[in-house]
């Protein structure tokens, strides 16, 4: 009986040490994806005021965004006057962006996704919330920490091999009720590069959303790029015109 037990014993405790890390992938996974759709919703409408910070001069502009699913991406210049009615559309992986003062539409080549969208410490990239985070990295969750009653996750993402990616490494910190409180990027040498933090968390379009994105370079404390929601209507749908290059070059008052 006792020689029973004990063999029941070391297999339960194989079975553990075995199952544990894969069983974390899938949460990790889940997690980040979980909370990539609730960030994200299956449609959505906003105005954000952007705010460029630097140290003697600071820069705003009203834009207006239009998304559908992980992949379509509408971004319209409102304010000031002097950028108004430039444009950006994204549609999977691929980007164009419209000048209105030359009537011209520019294919965005991959090698610039991840550059400086209007001159803001956002790229590209970031600004269309590219799902490459879902498709081009493995999730673990490296730890937790408690923040205001809740818990938060500590998510490890390192890129799959030979993935289309500038990132050597990102790292993650996810409530547990899928708000996206940061993203931390770093370089191929894994060191840290710049860092998105979310603030004023709040109810928008029914239910809680940070109103408030804040991209800076680690090292430039007093240089950072703000996106501050205005208003957010989140939809079930939105129609395919709307994410095409003639789509893109209309004026939108």
Do not use: C
């Amino acid at each position: 009986m006792l020689k029973q037990i004990t063999i029941t014993f070391w297999l339960a405790l194989l079975f553990i040490l075995f199952q544990s890390p894969n069983a974390q992938a899938v949460d990790a996974r889940s997690l980040v994806e979980d909370s990539f759709n609730y960030m994200r919703g299956k449609s959505s409408v906003a105005t954000v005021v952007m705010t460029v910070h630097r140290p003697d001069w600071e820069r705003k502009m009203t834009i207006k965004a239009w998304t559908r699913g992980r992949k379509n991406s509408l971004f319209y210049i409102d304010s000031p006057p002097k950028d108004h009615g430039n444009g950006t559309l994204k549609k999977g992986r691929e980007m164009w962006m419209y000048n209105p003062k030359i009537n011209r539409v520019i294919k965005v080549p991959p090698s610039m996704m991840s550059q400086s969208w209007m001159g803001s410490d956002f790229s590209n990239n970031d600004l269309a919330k590219s799902d490459s985070l879902l498709t081009d990295y493995t999730h673990s969750i490296i730890g937790t920490e408690s923040l205001n009653g809740k818990k938060v996750y500590l998510i490890k993402s390192m890129p799959k091999p030979d993935a289309p990616v500038v990132w050597g490494m990102q790292k993650l910190k996810i409530r547990e009720d899928l708000i996206w409180l940061s993203q931390e990027f770093f370089d191929e040498d894994l060191a840290p590069v710049k860092k998105m933090t979310t603030f004023e968390i709040q109810m928008l379009s029914g239910k809680l959303y940070p109103k408030v994105w804040r991209m800076r370079k680690v090292d430039e404390e007093n240089k950072y790029t703000e996106l501050n929601y205005t208003s957010l209507v989140f939809k079930s749908d939105l129609p395919d015109s709307l994410f095409t290059l003639t789509s893109l070059r209309k004026a939108r008052r």
